[in-house]
């Protein structure tokens, strides 16, 4: 108690304004400082950038379109080669085989397709005794 | 700034439509294109796609049924588990509305596929068409039966008539398994036989050419000598393909599976006889 005594009194000393003085001063800088704001930020408007979300939208939609155009001309191009691959390596085996072994290489063809084993119809994975008996006591 | 990138996105929207015109112009010399190049396959191969479609819609149709159907499954195992441990009321009839769901939805995907068969066995040539008539016609009435099934499931409200219901579906089974495995074997044989007579036609023509064609008479020879062994093994193939028609063909009431996987086991030796006559055509012809 007695060390907390003579720690308050010198700071009281050197500052030598006491507390109510100072509270009365507060409302008077708050007051002078309120004006300047409104005045910096009309000074400032004018030269800020628009809002951020704006750009972002429209850099966002700029992007997109620039991302379909690159697209459109990109695909087209694409059904082309495709048709050129195929059509291209095609032509080449079907020309080194004589008339003859053509029409042997197609029923061999046949042959594989009609293999019994690979015929694609069984009966349906059904139940065959749907009903309400309990088969548990039968 | 907000100019600079309003620019850039009206840019943009003009390269966007600038493609499309090009599209539009380019758009118009395809179409003449494709009839040039499909026009020759597509007059023999007309009448094929119309079956082919028709089994397409029915696969696809017989793929949602059959998941209908499982799950109709599920459902009615659950509820009959449920009522033969709780025996309530309530519960027999959730029971009842699950069983009739399920007899409903199997009666759907057998119908579907008994079409299926059908469907298949008028596309299957090598089958002598009163064979394949009369079928036909037993394809038609498990259909009817199935059709009448459903309807007697429908009416069905209590339990009583369930098992009325489950009794008469269990006395049709006989028929439907001779429809299907029957079918089948049909379908399997008439494979088989279209395939013979496919390789015997390729073998009368190519041994005509290269009796015309062909000069040297040691190649001919040995060339002869080739088709000589190829028709053996045709007339081998031919003696199997009559063994196995005549005992599809028995007088018989009932076929079940292990019936149609013997024909398919006999068929095996069929298709590599027919495999190994077209194997000696690809020597033979070799110039």
């Given at each position: 108690?007695?060390?907390?005594?003579?720690?308050?009194?010198?700071?009281?000393?050197?500052?030598?304004?006491?507390?109510?003085?100072?509270?009365?001063?507060?409302?008077?800088?708050?007051?002078?400082?309120?004006?300047?704001?409104?005045?910096?930020?009309?000074?400032?408007?004018?030269?800020?950038?628009?809002?951020?979300?704006?750009?972002?939208?429209?850099?966002?939609?700029?992007?997109?379109?620039?991302?379909?155009?690159?697209?459109?001309?990109?695909?087209?191009?694409?059904?082309?080669?495709?048709?050129?691959?195929?059509?291209?390596?095609?032509?080449?085996?079907?020309?080194?085989?004589?008339?003859?072994?053509?029409?042997?290489?197609?029923?061999?063809?046949?042959?594989?397709?009609?293999?019994?084993?690979?015929?694609?119809?069984?009966?349906?994975p059904v139940l065959i005794n749907i009903g309400l008996n309990d088969e548990r006591n039968q | 700034?907000?100019?600079?990138?309003?620019?850039?996105?009206?840019?943009?929207?003009?390269?966007?439509?600038?493609?499309?015109?090009?599209?539009?112009?380019?758009?118009?010399?395809?179409?003449?294109?494709?009839?040039?190049?499909?026009?020759?396959?597509?007059?023999?191969?007309?009448?094929?796609?119309?079956?082919?479609?028709?089994?397409?819609?029915?696969?696809?149709?017989?793929?949602?049924?059959l998941a209908t159907y499982r799950t109709d499954e599920k459902q009615y195992q659950i509820a009959k588990e449920q009522y033969l441990q709780l025996q309530t009321l309530a519960s027999l009839e959730e029971a009842l509305k699950a069983t009739r769901k399920a007899m409903i939805s199997r009666s759907d995907l057998?119908?579907?596929?008994?079409?299926?068969?059908?469907?298949?066995?008028?596309?299957?040539?090598?089958?002598?068409?009163?064979?394949?008539?009369?079928?036909?016609?037993?394809?038609?009435?498990?259909?009817?039966?199935?059709?009448?099934h459903r309807?007697q499931v429908e009416k069905a409200l209590d339990r009583t008539q369930i098992l009325a219901v489950q009794a008469?579906f269990s006395?049709?089974?006989?028929?439907?398994?001779?429809?299907?495995?029957?079918?089948?074997?049909?379908?399997?044989?008439?494979?088989?036989?279209?395939?013979?007579?496919?390789?015997?036609?390729?073998?009368?023509?190519?041994?005509?050419?290269?009796?015309?064609?062909?000069?040297?008479?040691?190649?001919?020879?040995?060339?002869?000598?080739?088709?000589?062994?190829?028709?053996?093994?045709?007339?081998?193939?031919?003696?199997?393909?009559?063994?196995?028609?005549?005992?599809?063909?028995?007088?018989?009431?009932?076929?079940?599976?292990?019936?149609?996987?013997?024909?398919?086991?006999?068929?095996?030796?069929?298709?590599?006889?027919?495999?190994?006559?077209?194997?000696?055509?690809?020597?033979?012809?070799?110039?």
């Amino acid at each position: 108690m007695i060390e907390k005594q003579t720690t308050l009194e010198p700071v009281a000393e050197e500052v030598g304004v006491d507390q109510t003085v100072f509270a009365s001063q507060e409302p008077i800088y708050q007051d002078v400082a309120m004006p300047e704001l409104p005045g910096e930020k009309k000074m400032a408007e004018p030269k800020k950038t628009p809002p951020r979300f704006i750009v972002i939208v429209l850099c966002a939609v700029g992007a997109i379109m620039t991302l379909l155009v690159l697209l459109l001309l990109l695909v087209p191009r694409s059904p082309m080669n495709i048709l050129k691959t195929q059509a291209s390596p095609s032509p080449s085996p079907q020309a080194e085989l004589t008339e003859q072994q053509q029409r042997v290489k197609e029923l061999s063809d046949e042959l594989k397709a009609a293999d019994p084993k690979k015929l694609d119809l069984p009966f349906p994975p059904v139940l065959i005794n749907i009903g309400l008996n309990d088969e548990r006591n039968q | 700034m907000i100019k600079r990138i309003s620019v850039i996105t009206a840019l943009s929207l003009f390269c966007l439509l600038l493609p499309g015109v090009a599209f539009a112009q380019s758009a118009t010399p395809t179409p003449k294109a494709t009839p040039a190049v499909t026009s020759s396959p597509q007059p023999s191969a007309s009448p094929a796609p119309s079956l082919k479609e028709q089994m397409a819609a029915l696969r696809q149709t017989y793929r949602g049924q059959l998941a209908t159907y499982r799950t109709d499954e599920k459902q009615y195992q659950i509820a009959k588990e449920q009522y033969l441990q709780l025996q309530t009321l309530a519960s027999l009839e959730e029971a009842l509305k699950a069983t009739r769901k399920a007899m409903i939805s199997r009666s759907d995907l057998l119908e579907t596929y008994f079409t299926m068969l059908k469907v298949t066995l008028i596309e299957t040539k090598g089958i002598d068409l009163a064979t394949k008539t009369s079928q036909i016609e037993k394809i038609d009435n498990t259909i009817g039966e199935l059709k009448q099934h459903r309807l007697q499931v429908e009416k069905a409200l209590d339990r009583t008539q369930i098992l009325a219901v489950q009794a008469s579906f269990s006395k049709l089974l006989p028929q439907i398994e001779e429809s299907t495995y029957k079918t089948l074997m049909l379908i399997t044989y008439g494979n088989a036989q279209s395939m013979y007579d496919k390789t015997l036609a390729v073998t009368r023509e190519l041994a005509d050419e290269m009796d015309k064609t062909e000069k040297n008479p040691l190649v001919l020879a040995e060339k002869r000598r080739g088709f000589e062994e190829i028709g053996r093994t045709l007339s081998q193939v031919d003696q199997q393909l009559k063994d196995i028609n005549t005992r599809i063909n028995e007088d018989r009431d009932h076929y079940t599976e292990n019936d149609f996987n013997a024909v398919v086991d006999s068929l095996e030796e069929v298709f590599s006889g027919l495999s190994r006559s077209v194997s000696y055509l690809g020597e033979v012809i070799k110039p």
